[in-house]
């Protein structure tokens, strides 16, 4: 029998629907709910039946509550049971959810709703109140929806949407083509203004097969995703989703008492975390001897995972069991794959010496070049952008996992898409090249890059790497300041005490040693990195360099 991932379908919510007809009593959803007076923790749950008809029938009550096919609807709901029933509700209503990261401050979620000419507003009442309170009001603003107690704002509950649907008994629903728009997405902002990049449900349905079948998604799967947007994968892959006891917009600062607690109790398979909660988790498993048999494969993307940490975490697993970090963005996921096999058994050792970050061989889907490094725009594509193989260029991408344009940015759009007759490529903003056995490898942010006084260009992962490896340092930045290339480290606990001078003498040494960071020679110590809201693990250099303007020479 095909995975559900394989099964032929028109939209991503057919996935679940798949699912729910070959597995319907195997549990989708499992949310906690509390904690007992002996602090053990309670949950709720949702079977792939229930998971399928809940989402039924909010997809007919909306439409009964005048929101049709197309009604861009801002979705601020926490994770749980709800979340999932109503995303793959608008997903079967043809109705578009436009998705904002509540880290992004009250500036810029305002900014976002009204690019994304949002018309509907579902939420918890705490967002509902928010959105009054801070004056998030879109022109076309007229639908709510409250998830809970509704208070004065008007509009009307969940619960009397999923009556609507319940009166609505079998009528037909929409049925989205893959070419319409099925969701807004916005980026974290980590280089710029966040962007709200449009989903067809093409794109989705790409996304789950490439997923499902890189990763090797079995039958009776369980999964742990510290990241929302990525739970929404599992009820499509048909695996057991067990939301997280924490705070989603703060993955640093996850308990791993509760992801241990979590993982033991359902016998979790699979794990999705940030660089920065794996960093966490495997410091505080390996300080307590923590051992996770059920865990087969462990997920990271958002930046790179230090070697150090990926080696923690598979002290915690059974031998076989992997760490994969896919490459991609908000825009284009996945683009490539690498496992833990590969990293430490080879590339590790490459990075430590400067070469760039190895993500992988691109998948199937994607077509992977390296163009030439250009700010501007780029209307039509011509093979005369490309570099040759081991030349640091930007990374694009061309696919069907790709979108193809910024809801109301069409500057943004300009810069970051390419036309190659009709179809569209994808221009990443990473730089890196591809090797001779067809790899990717990242070097960093094209936005990062720093051009020196003397015409060199710097780029950011292979630089950092070599002040990396030094013991005292747990990571670096490199910054620009002025055309002078500057290192920000950030110390390990226990090194916080050194000797400056000293350190910034054996830091020197470094630099003195490898070609590509001789140009290196200040060196600054950073309290704490400023990072994403997102993963909180992408670091925030253009904070950086502001701080390091700022200081004295």
Known sequence: MKPPWEEPVRHVADFLTAVARRRPWAPAIIAPAGRDAAGRLRTVQLNYRQLDEDSDAIARGLVRAGLVPGTRTALMVRPGLDLFSLVFGLFKAGIVPVLVDPGLGTRNIGQCLREADVEAFIGVPAAHAARIALGWRPPGLRHLVTVGRRWAWGGITLDAVRRLGAEAGGEALPSPEPEDVAAILFTSGSTGPPKGAVYRHGNFVAQVRAIGREIG???????LPTFPLFALFDPALGMTTVVPDMDPTRPAEADPRKLVEAIRTFGVTTMFGSPALLETLSRYGAAEGVKLPSLR????????????????????????????TPYGATESLPVAF?????????????????????????????AVRVIRIED???AAWSD?????????GEITVRGPMVTTHYANRPEATASAKIDEDGAVV?????????DARGRLWFCGRKAHRVRTRDGETLFTVPCEAIFDAHPAVFRSALVGVAGEPVICVELEAEARGADRDALFAELRALAEAHPHTRAIRRFLVHPGFPV??????KIRREDLAAWAAGRPR
Do not use: F, K, Q, W
């Open 297 to 324: 494969r462990v997920i990271s993307a958002g930046a790179p995972v230090r070697p150090a940490v990926i080696e923690r975490v598979l002290g915690m697993l059974e031998p076989g069991a992997r760490v994969l």
């Open 532 to 537: 994403d809201v997102r993963h909180n693990a």
């Open 426 to 434: 994808h221009r990443m903003g990473d730089v890196g090249y591809l």
């Open 384 to 392: 005369d952008l490309r570099v040759p193989d081991g030349e640091v």
């Open 338 to 366: 690498i496992d833990s096999d590969e990293i430490l058994g080879e590339t590790a050792a490459a990075t430590a010496a400067g070469a760039g970050v190895c993500v992988g061989r691109p998948v199937p889907e994607a």
């Open 376 to 378: 501007g725009p780029v």
């Open 217 to 223: 998604v079995g039958e009776a799967e369980v999964d």
